[in-house]
């Protein structure tokens, strides 16, 4: 009678056991449905409205088309503007040198003309000016040989160009450096004769006229030019006649200061003075020191 008993009470435990887990579970789903009553519908919005979202109009990682331009063209420059529109000026189609200039608008992918150079130009360069104006220098008119020692202002806010100072030498397939000090670096290239030059001269936008500077220890043309932090510019490979490739590298120096910390202590008050500035010089240093650009006329170097 005994285990009787104990079976029953067991037995009457275990079903209350498994109605209590039944009710809860009931009682959780129903909970459950009431909540997701209250947020499918800002949950539906809110999909809807990133579907309507695109971050970016390519797929990550690949390209997407857009707007063509209006003339098919090789050897121009792309100049990003101040108000985020992209200026192309020149170049050539398969026979001719061209003039036309267009204007791409990244809010609507698309192309617009604008005015056309003042003379037809490829292989040239087109350096942004610390006042929104796109200074154009050199290139070529006639294909395949000649070279140009003209030079041109873009002005974007009201769409024209206008002549500015000629180059001392007539040059092509030459880099163009925006300085710390608002000039302009144009170095190596070739000549009409097909010779590749050694020389270079500077900008300044505020006489508008070129003056000689430093040559390069090597002539080359289709080289690069870029500028470091030091406010020096570094020169990079190209080629010599025949497509003959360059190897070497060559450092400027645009003459300004450059205050240099050792060790995190701060520059002493007397710097030691560095080379001639306006020079090229031919680089091998195996390491290079940090500097701020402070716009001086004479380098300087500083050190413990």
């Known amino acids: 009678m005994g285990i009787l008993m104990r079976y029953f009470i067991s037995l009457t435990s275990y079903v209350r056991f498994r109605t209590s887990r039944s009710v809860a579970a009931t009682t959780f789903c129903q909970q459950t ?6 947020f499918a519908f800002p949950l539906v919005a809110l999909a809807a409205g990133l579907s309507l979202v695109r971050p970016c109009a390519a797929t990550p990682f690949q390209w997407e088309y857009t707007g063509s331009l209006k003339t098919a063209r ?3 420059t792309a100049t990003l503007l101040p108000d985020g529109r ?23 992918g698309t192309w617009s003309d604008t005015a056309s150079l003042s003379t037809a130009r490829d292989s040239h360069t087109a350096t942004l000016l610390p006042n929104g104006k796109v200074l154009v220098a050199g290139g070529r008119e006639s294909i395949p040989v ?12 009201t769409g024209t160009w206008s002549l500015t100072g ?6 092509l397939f030459h880099t163009a450096t925006l300085l ?55 020169v990079t490979g190209g080629a010599l006649r025949a497509k003959v490739p360059l190897a070497s590298a ?21 710097p030691k003075r560095t080379k001639s500035p306006s020079t090229f010089m031919r680089t091998s240093l195996t390491t290079a020191a940090r500097s701020v ?3 001086f006329a004479t380098p300087l170097l500083v050190s413990a």
């Open 166 to 171: 000629n180059l001392n030498t007539a040059r």
């Open 146 to 157: 000649g070279s140009l020692a003209s030079a041109e202002l873009y002005d974007s806010a």
């Open 86 to 108: 992209v200026l192309i000026a020149g170049g050539e189609d398969r026979y001719d040198a061209l003039a036309s200039a267009e204007l791409y608008d990244p809010a609507t």
């Open 293 to 295: 650009i402070i716009p």
């Open 180 to 234: 710390p000090n608002g000039k302009v670096l144009v170095a190596g290239g070739r000549d009409a004769h097909f010779v590749e030059l050694t020389s270079a001269e500077l900008y300044d936008p505020a006489t508008g006229t070129w003056s000689v500077t430093g040559s390069l220890n090597i002539p080359r043309k289709d080289h690069t030019a870029t500028l470091l932090p030091s406010g020096m510019v570094l």
């Open 33 to 38: 449905q009431h909540i997701s009553k209250w």
């Open 250 to 270: 060559e450092l400027y120096d645009p003459g300004i200061v450059v205050a240099t910390k050792v060790d995190g202590r701060a520059a002493p008050s007397t």
């Open 74 to 76: 090789f050897h121009h």
